[in-house]
């Protein structure tokens, strides 16, 4: 059974930057298709970037050029490294993997 634990989340200034880091834990790892989602207050959870497994990683519009997605299959881990974030970034930011979800991490970008 998978489940995903997410870290990293804070407030930071516009402009700055955060890394999120989430936890696997089950099987076939390396084979996982893996996501970061984002929710922000009031808004609907939103795909922020996806991991095929295969060396192919897709971006949100929004995010291109700013963040980057990275795994680490010997640790089982998934990070999300965010950078020139901006008020709009913020939000909880959820780790996926086969429809399971963590309990999410809160990012604030204050102006």
């Known amino acids: 059974q998978v489940q995903l634990v997410e870290s990293g989340g804070g407030l930071v200034q516009a402009g700055g930057s955060l890394r999120l880091s989430c936890a696997f834990s089950g099987s076939f790892f390396s084979l996982t298709v893996m996501s970061w989602y984002r929710q922000a207050p009031g808004k609907e959870r939103e795909l922020v970037a996806l991991?095929?497994?295969?060396?192919?990683?897709v971006y949100a519009d929004s995010v291109k050029g700013r963040f980057i997605m990275s795994r680490d299959n010997a640790k089982k881990t998934v990070a999300l490294q965010m950078n020139s974030l901006k008020p709009e970034d913020t939000g909880v930011y959820f780790c996926?993997?086969?429809?399971?979800w963590g309990e999410g991490t809160l990012v604030t970008v204050s102006s």
């Open positions: 991991d095929s497994g295969g060396g192919s990683t």
């Open positions: 996926d993997a086969r429809a399971v």
